[in-house]
Every structure is written in structure tokens, then in C-alpha cells.
């Protein structure tokens, strides 16, 4: 998102992360601004019985964490590298100097957690009122062509494993698996060699 020479030179550091490291922990204070060099992080919560919801995956040049280093709180979620993650790591005062010295930049950045906001908005939306399959194929059809650009009449391979996608609707894993087989015999999905397409 921004661009990693003008982070870098701001001062932002290399940070390298195996699988599964935390980056923060949810109630922990904002510190830094985090952007995804290579790899993929997730942030989550977990409820009481110990289940987790994902708040949202990241990629290649996505940034995450900012609301609460925007407006001074902590933490509402937790984060984690996905595989191993090579991330740029900006200490706030100088990610909000960047941010000053740069109005488009600041532009950049606003509407990126416009379009973030607005995804929550759906798919809260989704989660409280639609039946399973219809909340898939939602996250789906975001990810292809939100995420990844895909156009609509092309095929497009999920990424995300069916395990993340109940974490992401708020659904059972037993529960996907059974919509995802629905939703093939009802030709709104492809399935090959384990692997969804749309």
C-alpha cells in the first residue's frame, strides 16, 4: 500500500516471522504500523469456548492493525503470522509524521479502511441473516474479485482453506464442508483435486 522505499526510508524496519509467530495480542498497546512485504497475517479472536473467528487475512502489500494506532487504543483483536512473513515495521511517531508529510499517502490510506469497514458492514450483515451457503459464496465472491482482482467471468482458485472460511462467517468447519459439497451439486462452485474454484 505504501510504498516500501518511502517506508524505509521513514525508518521502518524488516521484520521476519515464522509460521504461526505473534505480532501483537489482543489488549496489547498500538505501537507500530505494520505493512505485509511477502506472506500473509491473520488477526482473530477467540470466544469463551475457545473458538476462533477471524477478523481478516492480509497479503502482499496489505497493511493491518491501524485503527487502534490511529486513535490511541489498544488492540481488539490478536495477529499472526499465517506462513512465514516478511513484514515492515514503522514505530507510530514516525508512521504519523509520514503520514502529515504526505497527503496522498494519508489519502491511500483512509480509503483502504473505508473498503475494510465496508466488508465488515456486509458481512455482518451476512453473518446474522443469510443461511451458510449464501454467506460463502458473499466471502467468495470478496475475495476474488475485492482481494484478488479476478474478474467476474474468469475461474478463480480459493486460497483460503475451509477451516478459514468458517472462522470468517462464523460458521462450523463440518458445516462448510457441507454447503461447499451444496454448492458444487448446484454448479455455483467447482471443485478439483480438493481445491474450490469460482
Known amino acids: 500500500m505504501i510504498?516500501?522505499?518511502l517506508l524505509e526510508q521513514t525508518?521502518?524496519?524488516r521484520v521476519f516471522l515464522e509460521k504461526n509467530q505473534i505480532i501483537f495480542k489482543e489488549g496489547e498497546t498500538a505501537r507500530y504500523?505494520?505493512?505485509i512485504v511477502t506472506g500473509a497475517v491473520k488477526m482473530n479472536n477467540?470466544?469463551?469456548e475457545g473458538k476462533e473467528f477471524i477478523q481478516g487475512i492480509f497479503v502482499?502489500?496489505?497493511s493491518f492493525g491501524e485503527p487502534p494506532l490511529?486513535?490511541?487504543d489498544n488492540y481488539?483483536?490478536?495477529?499472526a503470522a499465517l506462513i512465514p512473513t516478511t513484514v515492515l515495521q514503522l514505530t507510530k511517531e514516525r508512521f504519523l509524521n509520514l503520514l502529515f508529510q504526505n497527503p496522498k499517502v494519508?489519502?491511500?490510506l483512509t480509503t483502504t479502511l473505508a473498503k475494510r469497514l465496508y466488508f465488515k458492514t456486509i458481512m455482518a450483515s451476512e453473518i446474522s441473516s443469510q443461511d451458510p451457503e449464501h454467506r460463502i459464496i458473499k466471502l467468495i465472491d470478496h475475495f476474488k474479485l475485492k482481494i484478488s482482482k479476478v474478474p467476474q467471468d474468469l475461474m478463480y482458485k480459493v486460497d483460503i482453506t475451509r477451516q478459514q472460511i468458517a472462522d470468517l462467517t462464523g460458521l462450523r468447519v463440518e458445516t462448510v464442508i457441507r454447503a461447499i459439497k451444496s454448492l458444487e451439486k448446484k454448479g455455483e462452485i467447482t471443485i478439483k483435486d480438493h481445491k474450490v474454484f469460482r
Open 46 to 48: 477467540f470466544n469463551d
Open 70 to 72: 490511529l486513535i490511541n
Open 60 to 62: 502482499d502489500g496489505n
Open 76 to 79: 481488539p483483536a490478536n495477529a
Open 11 to 13: 525508518g521502518a524496519k
Open 106 to 108: 494519508h489519502l491511500d
Open 33 to 35: 504500523y505494520y505493512q
Open 3 to 5: 510504498n516500501e522505499c
